[in-house]
Every structure is written in structure tokens, then in C-alpha cells.
């Protein structure tokens, strides 16, 4: 659907109004098979995005405001229509929560189902070869219950991260598919950036998350209000940590460009010390990504090379 929405709002020709139509038709199509109320949801949001689009197209484009811009600023304006839409509809986010929990809870048990017939012992194998099976699948199950927990508390903010990378492919494959397409093209890693304000969504965060708690323990608001503060401190650290930690990694893969440091040898390094150092990787990318809102790392590293060169 941003893809359509992409191919009908910059000059459609011929072949961009057919490609566009297909991939409507191919929606339709979709959003006629049954579905549980979950996947009803999915739908409802993915025509809400395109129409976020069209409306960051026209109001903030590319070429005045930067595609990040308009992209982050397109997830916002589907996020006010969906929360519009819930105030106005007996549908509510508590609801919407266990329907993501029940989703997401049948995916796993169905999972842990194949992994559990998997580990069973064939027909004449010995019994002790199997004995760490059962254990297994236990424990896969108790991690897997905790991220679905995890995830009906944090969807939102998942939904909108999400969004923003699904934006991002349709401007590529707009680009690629479209005759005369806009010209801004997709930052690259090392040139990723945003408005510095949104620095207030962090600082928001941590008084949901800190200050509000800290308010209700003194007595000072209601004890119904921690709970509220914490779902919303819970999505804002979430959709706002993911923004800065890909914010540091653009300073990273900067300075590491900066120094030679690039090709697939960096693309390998950077993956592997991702996968076995995960949490200081995010720790050390977060830390990075919003005190470049201060510093200006890149800034800072082109007079660095100038002067070099100099």
C-alpha cells in the first residue's frame, strides 16, 4: 500500500497507475480472506500508513524537509489517525493488546508443538538420547511466553519502528519501478540523522518511566496513573531508543568510513560483534546516538579531516 501510495502521488504514468492498481487489487484481495481480529487490525494499519504518507508527500516532502523527515513524520500522522479511531471506537488498547498476546501466543504454541514431535524419540532409538529434548522445548517455551509478553507491551512502538523500515523499502522500490521518481534518495548509514527535538521523546520516556512513579510514591498523583505512564514510557523508550541506537550506528559506520574502514570485511565485523556483544553494542550506540544530538560527532569528524588534509 506505501508502495501504491508512492507510485499514484509523484506523476503517475501508464505503467506506474497498472503497477499501483495491481498492488491495490493484491491488498483487496487479502483483506477479503478470513482473518482473526489481529490480522484486521494489521490491515487497518497498513491503509492508515499509506494514507500517512500521502499526507507527509504533500504537507512536509522530501526535498524541503529530507526523507527521514517525511518518513518519521508519516508514522506519526498514521499513529494520531489510529489513536483518533480507538478514542472514537468502543476498540481499546487493552484490547488490542490481548489480541496481539493471543496472536502471537498461538504462533508459539503451534512452534513449540513441531519442536516437541521433533525431539520425541523414534521408534527403536534409545531413550537417553533424547533426554535434553523435552528440557529444551521447555525452556524455548518459557523465553518465547516472555517475548510475547514483551511484545504486547511494547507493540506500538514495534508498529511504528516497523513502519518506518517498510517506508523506507517502498521509496526503493518506488525508485526502482518508478519512470521519473523523485529524486531524494535514502540517506546511507553513515548520514543518518534526524531533528535534533526529538530528543523530548527520550526525555519523556524517562519521566514515565522515573519521575512519575517516583511523584505516585510520594503521593503526589493517583496510583492509577504508574500504570498508564509506564505502558507510555515503555513505547516511547522503544520507538525513540530504536531512532537514536541506528542514529549512533550511522556515527560509527561514519567514523569508520572515515577511517577506511568499509566494504564487506566492515559489513562481517560489524555483524559478528553485533551477534556476540548485543547488549554493549545497543548500550554503546544509544550512548552515542543522543549525545550526537549535542555534539555532533560527524560534524566535529569532517573538520577533523579537513584540517588533515589541510
Known amino acids: 500500500m506505501p508502495l501504491a501510495a508512492l507510485?499514484?502521488?509523484?506523476?503517475?504514468?501508464?505503467?506506474?497507475?497498472?503497477?499501483?492498481?495491481?498492488?491495490?487489487?493484491?491488498?483487496?484481495?487479502?483483506?477479503?480472506a478470513p482473518a482473526d481480529d489481529f490480522?484486521?487490525?494489521?490491515?487497518?494499519?497498513?491503509?492508515?500508513?499509506?494514507?500517512?504518507?500521502v499526507v507527509a508527500l504533500a504537507w512536509r516532502p522530501p526535498a524541503k524537509a529530507g526523507l527521514v523527515t517525511t518518513?518519521?513524520?508519516?508514522?506519526?500522522?498514521?499513529?494520531v489517525a489510529g489513536g483518533a479511531l480507538m478514542a472514537a471506537t468502543r476498540f481499546t488498547y487493552r484490547e488490542l493488546q490481548w489480541l496481539a498476546t493471543r496472536h502471537f501466543g498461538e504462533q508459539v504454541r503451534l512452534l513449540v508443538g513441531a519442536l516437541a514431535n521433533a525431539s520425541s524419540a523414534a521408534?527403536?532409538?534409545?531413550?537417553?538420547?533424547?533426554?535434553?529434548?523435552?528440557?529444551?522445548?521447555?525452556?524455548?517455551?518459557?523465553?518465547?511466553?516472555?517475548?510475547v509478553q514483551l511484545v504486547g507491551e511494547v507493540l506500538p512502538a514495534l508498529v511504528l519502528v516497523q513502519s518506518l523500515a517498510a517506508a523506507a523499502v517502498a521509496w526503493a522500490l518506488y525508485q526502482a519501478v518508478a519512470k521519473e521518481?523523485?529524486?531524494?534518495?535514502?540517506?546511507?548509514m553513515r548520514e543518518f540523522r534526524f531533528n535534533d527535538h526529538l530528543i523530548w521523546g527520550v526525555v519523556l520516556a524517562l519521566v514515565s518511566l522515573v519521575v512519575v512513579p517516583s511523584l505516585v510514591g510520594l503521593g503526589v498523583l493517583p496510583s492509577g496513573v504508574e500504570a498508564v505512564a509506564r505502558v507510555?514510557?515503555?513505547?516511547?523508550?522503544v520507538f525513540f531508543g530504536s531512532l537514536y541506537l541506528m542514529r549512533g550506528l550511522g556515527v560509527t559506520a561514519a567514523?569508520?568510513?572515515?577511517?577506511?574502514?568499509?566494504?564487506?570485511?566492515?559489513?562481517?565485523?560489524?555483524?559478528?560483534?553485533?551477534?556476540?556483544l548485543a547488549p554493549v553494542v545497543v548500550a554503546f550506540g544509544l550512548t552515542l546516538g543522543v549525545a550526537d544530538t549535542w555534539v555532533?560527532?560527524?560534524?566535529?569528524?569532517?573538520k577533523a579531516v579537513d584540517q588533515k588534509g589541510r
Not at 506523476?11 to 487479502?30: D, H, N, Q, S, Y
Not at 518518513?71 to 499513529?79: D, E, K, P, T, Y
Not at 533424547?130 to 524455548?140: E, I, N, Q, S
Open 7 to 32: 507510485l499514484l502521488f509523484h506523476k503517475p504514468g501508464r505503467r506506474e497507475m497498472i503497477t499501483a492498481a495491481t498492488l491495490i487489487a493484491f491488498v483487496a484481495w487479502g483483506a477479503l
Open 39 to 53: 490480522a484486521r487490525f494489521e490491515r487497518a494499519w497498513v491503509v492508515l500508513l499509506a494514507g500517512g504518507l
Open 71 to 79: 518518513g518519521l513524520l508519516a508514522v506519526a500522522i498514521a499513529a
Open 123 to 147: 521408534p527403536g532409538t534409545p531413550a537417553d538420547s533424547t533426554a535434553a529434548g523435552p528440557a529444551m522445548v521447555a525452556a524455548f517455551e518459557q523465553s518465547a511466553d516472555l517475548m
Open 181 to 188: 521518481p523523485d529524486p531524494a534518495v535514502l540517506p546511507p
Open 232 to 237: 507510555t514510557g515503555e513505547n516511547l523508550a
Open 255 to 276: 567514523v569508520a568510513a572515515a577511517a577506511g574502514f568499509t566494504g564487506p570485511a566492515a559489513v562481517i565485523f560489524a555483524v559478528v560483534v553485533t551477534l556476540l
Open 296 to 302: 555532533d560527532w560527524r560534524k566535529r569528524l569532517h
